[in-house]
């Protein structure tokens, strides 16, 4: 008994029977798993940052990664597939022929539709900070390669343009901060395909950013969709219906926004829009690849080379880069200039209106009303009754007008004697 006792007394003041085995996690949690919706059940052990929390573990927290912003050389170029780094010079070679060294691109959206993860792909490295648990992205951000032959690829990263839901303005002048002075080459604006439709918060989104930037940012625009997987769909709708019917939805907001603050495209005139490209992407690194290592989407579409393709035939087609006019974008977003055109043209119609109906009274007056027609001769002779009552009518304001102008003359002439007999 007393050997039990010690043995007791000994687990009481030892280290734990049981341990996690890795430095950080509390006692027991190697086999605990946490379920995450849209992922399943995890480990805890493999969540080594969020063990932190909890207490667990001597050591001191890991630092957590930086992004890599800012211009350096492209080292993660050499990594990408041969048909992507093509495709990436074809860029270089648009840019050369048009005087250009550098192409930049701008993402825009909400958050969480993998914007972060889409700057990685395009780079081939992991420049860009990308969590599932929470934004990663607080301001906008930059990420500029070179080559070897000075050719600069810039991809500029920002936040969510929304802040519980509603548009943020603050997030919309850091964006108008930033890419202040900048050619923009192409937009890239960010959604998720499998969103099943567009509600207020995308209205809301469109419509801000056409107000603050102008309706022409959209002329420079790609409409990205990511998630582009065979599950993305409603159950039962067709891949390739479904691929036709999510762009069209956020393109209708696009258009309904460019017709309301169109006032600042092409001097004031609103251009018939041009269409807006579409392009499919899946940053997943389960995505499946073609034998030369391209991640693939439904239909066998490398996408990475694919949406670089399309980026470049944007630009072509446009013939200039974009940049934000902040006193434009504000003079066609104020709704007391909107439509100022129509004034004249109003105005225009009122007199017209008026002359007409002055003549629609008159023939009443001669041909006779709602009682019926008058007989040729009351024609005639009201008409010459009018004619001569028109014609008093002239004669009298003539004579009115001369009595003012003698009015006036009178008046001055006092005026000058009343002058003369103070100087006096």
Same mark, same amino acid.
């Given at each position: 008994?007393e ?31 946490i379920?995450?919706p849209?992922i399943?059940?995890v480990? #805890? ?42 495709a990436?010079?074809? #860029?270089?070679?648009?840019a050369?022929a ?5 192409f930049?691109? #701008?993402?825009?959206?909400k958050?969480g539709?993998?914007?972060s ?7 081939g490295?992991r ?24 050719f600069?690829?810039?991809?500029i990263?920002?936040?969510?343009l ?19 002075d ?5 937009v #890239?604006?960010?959604d998720?395909?499998d ?11 469109v419509?801000?950013?056409t107000?603050?930037?102008g ?9 990205g ?6 599950e993305?769909p409603?159950?039962g ?5 479904w ?11 696009v ?8 006032g ?8 018939p ?7 499919l992407?899946?940053n ?10 391209e991640r693939?989407v439904p239909?066998?579409?490398a996408?990475?080379?694919a949406?670089?393709?399309?980026l470049?035939?944007?630009?072509h ?15 066609a ?7 100022k055109w ?6 225009a119609?009122?007199?017209?209106l008026k ?5 629609v009274?008159?023939w009443?007056?001669v ?6 027609p ?6 005639r002779e ?10 008093l009518l002239?004669?009298?304001?003539v004579a ?5 102008a003698?009015g006036?003359?009178e008046?001055?002439k ?5 002058v ?5």
């Amino acid at each position: 008994e007393e050997e039990e006792e010690e043995e007791d007394s000994e687990g009481e003041t030892g280290p734990p029977a049981a341990s996690s085995g890795r430095p950080g996690l509390p006692p027991g949690s190697e086999g605990i798993n946490i379920y995450i919706p849209g992922i399943g059940n995890v480990p #805890l052990s493999s969540l080594g940052q969020l063990t932190q929390q909890f207490g667990g573990g001597g050591g001191p927290p890991r630092q957590a990664p930086q992004p890599e912003v800012g211009e350096r050389a492209w080292a993660g170029f050499r990594q990408l597939p041969e048909p992507t780094q093509s495709a990436i010079l074809g #860029l270089t070679v648009d840019a050369h022929a048009r005087g250009d060294e550098e192409f930049t691109l #701008l993402l825009l959206g909400k958050g969480g539709v993998g914007k972060s993860a889409t700057v990685n792909s395009l780079l081939g490295e992991r420049a860009a900070i990308v969590s599932g648990f929470q934004a990663t992205t607080n301001r906008p951000a930059a990420y500029t390669r070179t080559l070897p032959d000075g050719f600069r690829f810039t991809v500029i990263d920002t936040p969510s343009l929304l802040e519980q839901d509603a548009v943020s303005t603050m997030r919309l002048e850091g964006v108008a901060e930033a890419i202040r002075d900048t050619p923009i080459d192409a937009v #890239l604006y960010l959604d998720r395909l499998d969103v099943y439709a567009t509600d207020g918060t995308d209205e809301q989104l469109v419509d801000a950013i056409t107000a603050h930037f102008g309706a022409d940012i959209w002329d420079q625009a790609v409409l990205g969709f990511t998630r582009a997987t065979p599950e993305a769909p409603p159950l039962g709708t067709d891949f390739a219906a479904w691929v036709e019917q999510r762009p069209a939805q956020l393109a209708a907001l696009v258009r309904k926004a460019q017709a309301r603050y169109g006032g600042g495209r092409q001097g004031g005139k609103a251009a018939p829009a041009p269409a807006l490209p579409v392009a499919l992407l899946e940053n997943h690194s389960a995505c499946p690849q073609n034998g030369e290592g391209e991640r693939l989407v439904p239909g066998g579409v490398a996408w990475v080379s694919a949406l670089v393709r399309a980026l470049r035939e944007l630009r072509h087609a446009r013939g200039g880069a974009w940049r934000h006019d902040a006193v434009a974008a504000a003079r066609a977003a104020n709704p007391d200039r909107r439509r100022k055109w129509l004034i004249p043209l109003v105005l225009a119609a009122q007199v017209a209106l008026k002359l007409l109906l002055d003549r629609v009274l008159e023939w009443d007056q001669v041909a006779g009303d709602e009682d019926g027609p008058f007989d040729p001769q009351t024609v005639r002779e009201r008409a010459r009754e009018l004619q001569a009552r028109k014609a008093l009518l002239r004669k009298q304001a003539v004579a009115q007008k001369r009595r003012l102008a003698r009015g006036k003359a009178e008046m001055a002439k006092l005026a000058r004697g009343e002058v003369d007999n103070d100087d006096e």
